[in-house]
């Protein structure tokens, strides 16, 4: 059995580590073995985990950004596998647009595209555009993968 080439919410959430309302894509338009294009509405949500006071300001672009490479990650795990653990170590040449995403109309497009890697880091670019493709956000980031946290010593 092979990776599905769409997923809904549901099944995003059963490939990324976050879960409930702090997964924050909405469906898997598509993807291959270099990118990823993601889909979500969750920026205009009232109850949207990362909104202050302010809203939902544009740097929240870039937790959009690493879920879809999360999931593009675990897309690419070999079938049966756990895929690696990670997390978002930099992110850089990120360029801003807007001030804020929760005043966007229409859903939110989530692009990330795998620029190079090897079993210890990876580095994409990524793009969050509104509905008529202009970019809210881009940049690229690097994720580390099979770094284990340092735990205090008993």
């Given at each position: 059995?092979?990776?599905?080439?769409?997923?809904?919410?549901a099944g995003?959430?059963?490939?990324?580590?976050?879960?409930?309302?702090?997964?924050?894509?909405?469906?898997?338009?598509?993807?291959?073995?270099?990118?990823?294009?993601?889909?979500?509405?969750?920026?205009?949500?009232?109850?949207?985990?990362?909104?202050?006071?302010?809203?939902?300001?544009?740097?929240?672009a870039?937790?959009?950004?690493?879920?879809?490479?999360?999931?593009?990650?675990?897309?690419?795990?070999?079938?049966?596998?756990?895929?690696?653990?990670?997390?978002?170590?930099?992110?850089?040449n990120?360029?801003?647009?807007?001030?804020?995403?929760?005043?966007?109309?229409?859903?939110?497009?989530?692009?990330?595209?795998?620029?190079?890697?090897?079993?210890n880091?990876?580095?994409?670019?990524?793009?969050?555009s509104?509905a008529?493709?202009?970019?809210?956000?881009?940049?690229r980031?690097?994720?580390?993968?099979?770094?284990?946290?340092?735990?205090?010593?008993?």
């Amino acid at each position: 059995m092979t990776s599905p080439q769409t997923l809904d919410r549901a099944g995003i959430a059963a490939r990324i580590p976050h879960s409930g309302s702090m997964c924050l894509l909405d469906r898997l338009e598509s993807w291959d073995t270099d990118a990823i294009h993601c889909s979500t509405r969750t920026h205009a949500l009232a109850d949207n985990p990362l909104r202050t006071e302010g809203g939902l300001l544009s740097p929240n672009a870039i937790e959009y950004a690493a879920q879809a490479m999360a999931l593009h990650g675990g897309l690419l795990a070999t079938e049966g596998s756990e895929p690696s653990a990670g997390f978002l170590a930099s992110a850089r040449n990120v360029r801003l647009s807007v001030e804020r995403l929760d005043d966007i109309d229409g859903p939110l497009d989530v692009r990330a595209r795998r620029l190079s890697g090897d079993v210890n880091q990876i580095l994409y670019e990524f793009t969050v555009s509104n509905a008529q493709g202009e970019a809210l956000a881009e940049g690229r980031a690097v994720v580390v993968l099979n770094t284990p946290l340092n735990e205090p010593a008993p």
